[in-house]
T-cell receptor
């Protein structure tokens, strides 16, 4: 079964600190996707990034960066110079098969709640 | 913005009454999904649709039915609401050509008393 572990249930940081959210996954598939989503206090679910298993380049988008390590089955998310607006629950979604068939359904766990304190 | 709206956004209903939630998209994507989100359970798939009149069950489909008579609308019906169906319901779409990522509507908070 495909599974993801976000060991950090809640994290608090002071504004402008860097913070890394950990995600460790398990899969038997050789090719797969991984996702990060954000859910701010307002409640909407916001897509942040998709990572293909065959592309191990790290990605940076503004203050956000993602470190994908296939060898350790990790897909960690770092926010640099955190801001109060980054306060949210962040979900790492488990691997979805790359086959292109099926329901394409996503499964979210409990996520990591990040609080950025001014 | 994937052009997804949900209605109603909030609803309080009594046990045993039927409830229908509507998801509307403006971009004619083929795949649409209904999820529920509950504390301690994360996000769980209820039903999904892969085209007009084409639907299938997800992980927690008992007590729910869906219909999709037009590409843009995906309806979720609770035939006889129960307190265990108190939840936040999210509709999502998978954009045509996009690989797996889904875009979510704003959610509907349903309370069954």
């Amino acid at each position: 079964a495909q599974k993801v572990t976000q060991a950090q249930t809640e994290i608090s940081v002071v504004e402008k600190e860097d913070v890394t959210l950990d995600c460790v996954y398990e899969t038997r598939d050789t090719t797969y996707y991984l996702f990060w989503y954000k859910q701010p206090p307002s409640g909407e679910l916001v897509f942040l990034i998709r990572r293909n298993s065959f592309d191990e380049q790290n990605e940076i988008s503004g203050r956000y960066s993602w470190n994908f390590q296939k060898s350790t089955s990790s897909f960690n998310f770092t926010i640099t110079a955190s801001q109060v607006v980054d306060s949210a629950v962040y979900f790492c979604a488990p691997p979805s098969p790359y086959s292109g068939a099926g329901s394409y359904q996503l499964t979210f766990g409990k996520g990591t709640k990040l609080s950025v304190i001014p | 913005d994937a052009g997804i709206t949900q209605s109603p956004r909030h609803k309080v209903t009594e046990t045993g009454t039927p409830v229908t939630l509507r998801c509307h998209q403006t971009e004619n994507h083929r795949y649409m999904y209904w999820y529920r989100q509950d504390p301690g359970h994360g996000l769980r798939l209820i039903h999904y649709s892969y085209g007009v009149k084409d639907t299938d069950k997800g992980e927690v489909s008992d007590g729910y039915s869906v219909s999709r008579s037009k590409t843009e609308d995906f309806l979720l019906t609770l035939e006889s609401a129960t307190s265990s169906q108190t939840s936040v319901y999210f509709c999502a779409i998978k954009k045509t050509g996009a690989d797996y990522e889904q875009y979510f509507g704003p959610g509907t908070r349903l309370t069954v008393t």
